[in-house]
Structure formats: structure tokens, C-alpha cells
């Protein structure tokens, strides 16, 4: 069995900083693109930055120059370096695996349970 988990969300004050981690578990050979997507009260899960698994990445327009992905394979984590946060990045916030391999099966589309992020004075 594979899971992710998420870790690093809570409380903080606009302009501030958060970084959230997605450490993915169990016997993993590989995992392909992984990403953040979040959903806020009342509206719809969005795609926050995905990244590849050689290192390319893509941001959501609302976030770019804001927040950083990234990754280590070898630890099978990705990361997400949220700067001048703003309230409006108020969310849960999900990572995502689009393919999880072991030496036994692979699993598609996996999700984490989410963290809260809440950005407010």
C-alpha cells in the first residue's frame, strides 16, 4: 500500500511564509509528475504547480513568481515554498501522484488528506 501525506500548513499572516511537504510511503520504485491542488470553501479543486520527475514544473497564473515547487526522488517527497502569502491562498491544500510504482503494482491518481492553509491578520 502507498499513501501521501501532507505536513507544514496552519495559520499565518499575510506576506508571511509556509512550506508544505508530501512525503509518499511504501515500497515505491518510482513515482512520476506530482503536484499541489487546493480547494477553498465553496469553490472548486485547482491546480496550484505540478513537477515532472526530471525536474520540470508548472504554476497556476495566480501563484507564479509566489510559490516554488520541488522534489526529491530519493526521498519520494515534493515540496511547496509558499512566499508572500496572501488571503486569498487560503485553502486546504492536496498533493497529488499521478503514478506510484512499486515492485508489485502501480497506482494512478493518488491523493493526500490535505492540510489547511489559513492566511489572515
Known amino acids: 500500500q502507498v499513501q501521501l501525506v501532507e505536513s507544514g500548513g496552519g495559520l499565518v499572516q499575510p506576506g508571511r511564509s509556509l512550506r508544505l511537504t508530501c512525503v509518499a510511503s511504501?515500497?515505491?520504485?518510482?513515482?512520476?509528475?506530482m503536484g499541489w491542488y487546493r480547494q477553498a470553501p465553496g469553490k472548486q479543486r485547482e491546480l496550484v504547480a505540478t513537477?515532472?520527475?526530471?525536474?520540470?514544473?508548472n504554476y497556476a497564473d495566480s501563484v507564479k513568481g509566489r510559490f516554488t515547487i520541488s522534489r526529491d526522488n530519493a526521498k519520494n517527497t515534493v515540496y511547496l515554498q509558499m512566499n508572500s502569502l496572501e488571503p486569498e491562498d487560503t485553502a486546504a491544500y492536496y498533493c497529488?501522484?499521478?503514478?506510484?510504482?512499486?515492485?508489485?503494482?502501480?497506482?494512478?491518481?493518488?491523493w493526500g488528506q490535505g492540510t489547511q492553509v489559513t492566511v489572515s491578520s
Open positions: 497529488n501522484a499521478l503514478r506510484v510504482f512499486t515492485a508489485t503494482f502501480a497506482t494512478y491518481d493518488l
Open positions: 511504501g515500497r515505491i520504485l518510482s513515482i512520476s509528475d
Open positions: 513537477i515532472a520527475k526530471g525536474g520540470s514544473t
